[in-house]
């Protein structure tokens, strides 16, 4: 049930099913209620913001065994000690579930895991009801900036093969983007969001990443280089064809398409499609 809870949740704050850009998936929730709570009361989000990688999440200690499988050790691999917020599964061989995770989508999970511990600690006083713990977010009224990543393919068989491509390189895009010293944040929304087929025959699907700027502002020059890099690796794909276009510009909120602003029920739908597929 505190799985549901936390999966339910998550979803209604976009950060569930988008893995392939960081996101939580299936398998890394089952081991977040094994936790010891930190406050009475309080079992659904027991202490997530504070996660660090001395004290990974597991619900099984990590075995080896000499039969040529590895298992999740920052100790013996490097790329594992790069890993920000692991959650191990329980199986053999043990692995980082969560190791998508980047440094914009595990700050985004520990500040909606600090909401939520607010608000279960009001409910639990009863100085607030059980359905506000699930009021849905509205990701595209949280953040000014966004960068949208417009994708068209002349071919329609290819454009499912050609969206996936690019979602796939979405995490590499933000780690470039986390690098910039203006940008706090950059956190992806889970999934593509079609253009209606009257809007544009130039655009077929966006992906969307919303940008939070330091004090000074996001400037132009801040973003050739991670924009010039994601392009170059999606044009060096080996299954890239002339059909297939990519245009990436930044958005303020007042900018972005107007469909993008449907009622947050059309839009919880293409989330969950997308979670699925």
Known sequence: ????????????????????????????????PKRPPEHTGNEIFPGL???EMANPVKIASIKEFPDGHSVWNPKAYPKDRTHLMPIIT????????????????LQVLKTEFSVALAKCLRIEGARQPWHTL????D?????????????YCGVPDLLAKWQSRVESRIRVFVALLEKQPSVVLAR?????IPWPASTSALVSSS?????????????????VFPITEFQNTLLQWA?????????????????????????????LTIFQAVSKA
């Open 134 to 137: 699930f009021e849905p977010a």
């Open 49 to 51: 913001q504070s996660l």
């Open 207 to 223: 992906f969307f990443l919303a940008l939070q700027p330091r004090e000074e502002a996001v400037t132009h020059a801040d973003l």
């Open 188 to 192: 992806p929304f889970p999934g593509a």
């Open 1 to 32: 049930i505190l799985g549901k809870v936390s999966e339910h949740l998550l979803k209604r704050n976009w950060i569930f099913g988008g893995r392939v850009v960081g996101d939580f998936g299936g398998t890394d929730l089952p081991a977040l």
């Open 139 to 151: 990701f595209f009224s949280d953040y000014e900036l966004f960068l949208q990543i417009d994708l």
């Open 239 to 267: 299954q890239y064809t002339d059909s297939m276009r990519i245009y990436i510009r930044a958005v303020t909120r007042s900018q972005l398409p107007p469909h993008v602003h449907n009622e947050h029920k059309g839009l």
């Open 90 to 105: 329980p199986a053999y061989p043990a692995m980082n579930s969560s190791f998508n995770v980047g440094a914009s989508s």
